[in-house]
């Protein structure tokens, strides 16, 4: 599937990516960044965050809480808190 100009202009702008990966020439792409207090997500579970936008297929794979060094790996119930990376 295929992102439009418009649809990825409007997520880079409703988040604040700090890092970007790239694999297999473009085909996954992994992005970092941090859940400010004015993000969707905040209380939102992985489960209900991912169903938001449904055009767009991602999946968290791991979640730094902020203030802690410690890495969770979210399954769908796990809640997405302000200041998560």
């Known amino acids: 599937m295929q992102l439009n100009t418009k649809e990825i202009e409007l997520l880079l702008n409703q988040s604040v990516f700090n890092d970007t990966y790239e694999f297999e ?24 965050a991912v169903q938001m936008i449904p055009d767009v297929h991602f999946f968290p794979i791991a979640i730094q809480r902020h203030g802690s060094h410690l890495t969770t790996i979210p399954r769908g119930d796990t809640l997405l808190n302000k200041g998560d990376h």
């Open 25 to 48: 020439n473009g085909a996954l792409t992994m992005l970092g960044l941090n859940l400010t207090n004015t993000a969707k997500f905040i209380g939102k579970s992985v489960k209900e």
